[in-house]
């Protein structure tokens, strides 16, 4: 499922025959737990969300300290905050499992259950005080991610999937959920919508040279990028993202969320992994159109 994050490289990755595969259905197969122990961990997550929640926006449109990192992105102490207090949550509570995340890295890279922090999806957002940021939270058991929390508290939503349960969504008040999302049923590519984080980034990218031609093929295109284009697409409203320069705790939590609400995810190669620098997600349907447009030239 993922590669560079962990110990041991070939438990993450998955068959071409896997790739090739979607559906509610079939997301349920790849679960690695039982129904009682997936939701006794969403719920935690939802919990660690409700907090992280309450820390991102004590510091939302505030005045920041912005600091640069070494790899020339940005961080905040909210996206620090908020990264300790979900990872001294999950410690106390399963002192066995392992961590990815964004600002401290990785502690117990081969232990059975890693859980993927972004503490602060959509940094840039936050500084700017537009209000699509979001913290994700993903849970992965034996190589296979098993449920995903996308809470975006400025924004009052929140959606969430865990393997067999399908894919949800809900006002943070409680008053607009939760109800059941589902990827659109178009399968045109004359009616799709496709959306991407940056057109400046995928199009200088080696990786999709049909990227222009592919949004001359397409009904609308949009840049809305983060984790707010995988939410569309999971909720129909969409029917493509196109992503590079992506790390895992990008997408863990999203691709349990698309693949849950009947959805598609792989790289550019067509290989069902998050942390290969590239990520297509799609409503299932127009996967195999869409990717050969963004491989083909002209």
Known sequence: M???TGANEARFEASIADAVASGPAWSATRARASD???DAWLAFAQAACDAADAVALGHFRRDLEVLTKPDHSFVTAADQAVER?????????????GLVGEEYGTEAAAARRRWYIDPIDGTHNFIRGVPLFGTLLAL??????QLGVVSAPALRERWYARRGGGAWAVGAAG???PRPIHVSAISALADAQVLYGSAHDVETSPLAPGFAGLLGEVWRDRGFGDFWGYALLAEGAAEAVVEVDLSAWDMAAPLVLVEEAGGRVTDFGG???I?????LATNGLLHEAVLARLLTAG
């Open 275 to 279: 942390d290969s620098g590239s990520l």
């Open 140 to 145: 992965e058991v034996d190589g296979e991610l």
């Open 175 to 177: 008053n607009e959920g």
């Open 85 to 97: 207090l979900i990872r001294e949550r999950i410690l106390a509570t399963y002192p066995d499992h």
């Open 36 to 38: 009682a122990e997936l």
């Open 271 to 273: 290989r069902r992994l």
């Open 2 to 4: 993922t590669g560079s």
